[in-house]
């Protein structure tokens, strides 16, 4: 028997202990033997009200001695970013991880293992939103922004929301097999291995404008522009400064190259015209790719899917 332990914090987001939950459950009915027993732990008596209003009732507290849990995974909660954990928490955190098999989080429960001293120097994920922060926050971890679960040693972490049934179903994976896994996903409508990245969900940074008023006027031509070749040259030209010049002052306030930020905006108005319905090769030429290619280059390296599949997905 696997005792999973599932640490929901105030404000925790139900279908992060729901959601690996329900894998593990149905894992005991595919596999046929009760191979996981399920507990949700929390900080304090009473029930856990989450961020949606829903309160859970907890098997057990951080106060509790027990230790004997196969695998510890903390749920993420939207405020779990900038609220300080308290020291209780902290410290049933590194006991119980101390003596797992394997531990991690759902979303921005990452940021209480983090708290914990529990990531010193891995790699990690969490909600694309929240990698930004939390790489500031503990700049000697590896956050990979695009990825929907990471496995490093012991530790397990995932990305945003839903990721939490693609990392219970990596876990079950490890100790069923991959028949086990791969019935489990079919019972519950979901991916066994998802396609592409969680970047592909990332609406962050779209038409973003940044440093002096006389730069963000010349990329508010730019977004409004974009079928226009674009260059350091005729950027500098329009805004009546040295190509030299501009290329330092545009790296220094907007921190990337105009060439870069020009071919992201590019992708994000192409994101949003696939997602109306718009073919690959029109919406190069309406976002001033040189044509359908240099468009699928430039999308797979921001969004890891090709336009044509990230059509297919997201437009209604």
Known sequence: M???AVLALPGVQTLDVAGPLDVFAQANIEAGIQTYECRVIGTTPGPIRSCSGVRLYS???VTDAE???DTV????APEVASVKLDDTTAAWLRRVASSALRYGSVCTGVFALAQSGLLEGQRVTTHWACAATLAEAYPDLTVEEDAIYIR???LRTSAGVTAGLDLALALVEEDLGRDIAKRVASQLVMFFKRPGGQLQFSRDGESSLEGRAALQAIQRWVVDNLALPHSVSSLAEHAGISPRHFARLFCSEVG???AAWVEGMRVSAARKLLEDGDAPKQVAAKTGFANADTLRRAFVKHVGITPAEYRKRFHV
């Not at 995974?73 to 993420?76: E, S, T």
Request: glycine letters at 22%; zero cysteines.
């Open 73 to 76: 995974l903390v749920a993420g």
């Open 152 to 154: 490093d040693g012991k």
């Open 256 to 258: 990337e190259t105009p």
């Open 2 to 4: 696997k005792i999973i």
């Open 59 to 61: 098997d057990g507290l």
């Open 67 to 69: 230790t004997g849990f």
